[in-house]
T-cell receptor, first 111, second 114 residues
Framework: QKEVEQNSGPLSVPEGAIASLNCTYS??????FFWYRQYSGKSPELIMS????GDKEDGRFTAQLNKASQYVSLLIRDSQPSDSATYLC???????????FGTGTRLTVIP | NAGVMQNPRHLVRRRGQEARLRCSPM?????VYWYRQLPEEGLKFMVY????????ESGMPKERFSAEFPKEGPSILRIQQVVRGDSAAYFC????????????FGPGTRLTVL
């Protein structure tokens, strides 16, 4: 079983819509959760971190965490073509130093 | 720009040669992580280092791969006798000493083995 799972997509949404990206993880003791954005051929860029159950908002981005369900999501409001990228979910497992990454969801925002 | 720096950005090697990848962490960061990203796959952890110490190398292949982070200078990921399957993007990330949670990534080195 993979530590972190994401739908690979591609996910296509029209400009201005809400994009919803989902991620599940297997280590129930995980405490730190991150969303990275990766443009094609570029490095991952941290966009959100979340540590507590509930929602965390930053501009057009909202991260949601439900530890009981071992589920973390990212909502992008008012999606823009520049949001088109692969979104990586990352989890720091119990006692781990490193991050475990999902394979990413490719998002395309259609003008 | 005080971000994580990696060089070279692109590296081409023939089978059997050695590859050396360098990473300079962000200013003030003393923790370095190396990850590998194979085509169409997610990032996989390789090794975590602090100055002069390897803290966790559980993701490193048992043979041909080694890493160091000397007291002075960048962290080095070394791959001996490269094979075609080593072709990938190698990313370095760094984090500050207070929090090891937030990792910032460098631009990566794209290794191609011919």
């Amino acid at each position: 079983q993979k530590e972190v799972e994401q739908n690979s997509g591609p996910l296509s949404v029209p400009e201005g819509a809400i994009a919803s990206l989902n991620c599940t993880y297997s280590d129930r003791g995980s405490q730190s959760f991150f969303w990275y954005r990766q443009y094609s051929g570029k490095s991952p860029e941290l966009i959100m971190s979340i540590y507590s159950n509930g929602d965390k908002e930053d501009g057009r981005f909202t991260a949601q965490l439900n530890k009981a369900s071992q589920y973390v999501s990212l909502l992008i409001r008012d999606s823009q073509p520049s949001d088109s990228a692969t979104y990586l979910c990352a989890v720091r497992g119990t006692g781990a130093n490193n991050l475990f990454f999902g394979t990413g969801t490719r998002l395309t925002v259609i003008p | 720009n005080a971000g994580v720096m990696q060089n070279p950005r692109h590296l081409v090697r023939r089978r059997g040669q050695e590859a050396r990848l360098r990473c300079s962490p962000m200013k003030g960061h003393s923790h370095v992580y190396w990850y590998r990203q194979l085509p169409e796959e997610g990032l996989k952890f390789m090794v975590y280092l602090q100055k002069e110490n390897i803290i966790d190398e559980s993701g490193m292949p048992k043979e041909r791969f080694s890493a160091e982070f000397p007291k002075e200078g960048p962290s080095i990921l070394r791959i001996q006798q490269v094979v075609r399957g080593d072709s990938a993007a190698y990313f370095c990330a760094s984090s500050p000493p207070i929090s090891t949670d937030t990792q910032y990534f460098g631009p990566g080195t794209r290794l191609t083995v011919l």
